[in-house]
């Protein structure tokens, strides 16, 4: 087994049954898991940021630090290893918030409520999710089967 | 001994802070210091030549020969440079000290430190805050030191501190404050006296999850540490067993009437720099 680091504004996909893919410290930050489980292909995407439209330059050299850009790159990614979207399973976690009742640090509903937007224009259905409240979470993705365990801050291991 | 007297027993055993490194930064901050006075300081501390010449000669500069004179290689990289590899040098063989209590990974603390600094760097530069480079990198790096300390003390008291966060009401730090009768930034203050720091940082470290009661000289220091801090947990850098349960000093933002596009583009500006920090500090990002 080898374990994948996906960085903080970062994505990758494998397809060897192998591999094991995991993201660290998820704040408000997005991690998003796509698995086809027939192709056994899988992809994680680690965004910081909801929209890439305040740096295009930034958005061109790495395109995974904005849901807007990496996103769609990582499903491409994916089908390119031969996933078929109408089988991916996605799962999705991260968008914490630190305590802040002036709303003046809500990046991580604003990086959530982008990929509802996007998916909910392309007909995706997220099928599992564990989202915002005040912890950090680590993401892991086994390729063999596309099981999602999370790592939480306070609460420990669970499968997603 | 009560707890606190354990504790202060603690603080009194840390190594110090390095003699050169504080000496250097007097020399540097001298406006066009003689670059031989550094080099005596410099050399008599191995360690910090070695230092100093690695991060001259790695990949990163890419010079094209190799440089073998500590001379060469301080006018090479620099005055900030300098400083900055000076001080988290200083700073990361503190927080690598093993901290079994509140670290989830034994690089963590130290992670948050320099995400913290970063983040403070940029906040300033782009905000254009009149406030001294040196001072507020300085205080970024150190401010969560007390953390170092009361790791050791918290043992059997964590699980108190826990079940407090966990329903919601209190921050982290309230937590300890409540369990403990203070916090890691009061200790952290404490550590820097020790080192005798000079009072703005002293009162940065203490009041970084209370800016609102530091000093009104060194409110504005500690207002950034403050909010560099909290950016710094948000985006992920360096989230202990605390989370993200510490709260919000947006007050600089409200001040300086900064938006959400404003603050979306400081983050990204601190991540481009962070990538940079981490490649020359050779620290994985993780």
């Known amino acids: 087994m080898s374990l994948v680091t996906i960085g903080i504004a970062d994505l990758k996909v494998s ?65 390119k290893l031969g996933a078929d979207k109408k089988r991916m399973i996605i799962k999705v976690a991260g968008g914490s918030q630190i305590m802040d009742a002036a709303g003046t640090f809500n990046i991580g509903k604003r990086n959530y409520a982008i990929l509802r937007k996007m998916f909910w224009k392309n007909n995706v259905m997220i099928d599992g999710e564990d989202i915002g409240g005040n912890c950090n979470r680590t993401m892991y993705m086994q390729l063999d089967d596309g099981k999602i365990n999370l790592k939480i801050s306070k609460k420990g291991m669970v499968e997603l | 001994m009560n707890l606190m007297e354990e504790i202060i027993a603690a603080v009194d055993e840390m190594p110090p802070f390095p003699q050169v490194v504080h000496r250097a930064m007097q020399v540097i901050a001298i406006p066009e210091y003689e670059v031989s006075n550094l080099v005596e300081i410099l050399k008599v501390d191995q360690a910090v030549t070695a230092n100093i010449l690695k991060l001259c000669n790695s990949a990163y500069f890419g010079l094209p020969r190799k440089v073998s004179s500590l001379k060469e290689a301080v006018v090479y990289l620099g005055s900030d440079q300098l400083k900055q590899l000076l001080l988290s040098g200083a700073a990361s063989k503190i927080y690598e000290k093993p901290s079994e209590g509140y670290a989830v990974f034994a690089d963590e603390l130290w992670r948050h430190a320099l995400a913290t600094a970063v983040m403070s760097q940029v906040l300033r530069r782009h905000l254009r805050l009149k406030i001294d480079e040196n001072m507020v990198f300085t205080a970024a790096l150190l401010h969560d030191v007390g953390k170092v300390v009361l790791s050791s003390f918290v043992s059997d008291r964590y699980i108190a501190i826990e079940s407090m966060v966990e329903s919601g009401d209190y921050s982290f730090q309230e937590a300890e404050k409540d369990v403990l009768g203070f916090d890691h930034a ?6 820097a006296e020790s080192w005798d720091f000079p009072p703005s940082i002293v009162a940065a470290i203490t009041f970084h999850h209370e800016p609102a009661r530091s000093p009104k000289e060194f409110r504005l220091l500690t207002e950034l540490v403050a909010l560099a801090n909290n950016l710094a947990v948000m985006v992920g850098y360096g989230t202990g067993v605390d989370g993200l349960a510490c709260r919000g000093h947006g007050l600089l933002l409200q001040k300086l009437k900064l938006e959400e596009k404003d603050v979306e583009e400081l983050i990204l500006l601190f991540q481009m720099e962070m990538e940079k920090t981490c490649d020359i500090a050779g620290v994985s990002e993780r």
Not at chain 1, 49 to 65: C, G, R, V
């Open chain 1, 15 to 79: 397809n060897n049954p192998e591999d094991t893919l995991v993201t660290y410290s998820l704040g408000s930050c997005i991690g998003l898991a796509v698995y086809d489980p027939v192709a056994k292909v899988g992809g994680l995407l680690h965004y910081m940021l909801p929209d890439s439209s305040i740096n295009q330059e930034k958005a061109a050299k790495n395109p995974a630090m904005f849901a807007n850009k990496g996103i769609p790159l990582l499903f491409k990614q994916c089908y």
């Open chain 2, 186 to 191: 009061e200790i952290g203050g404490k550590i």
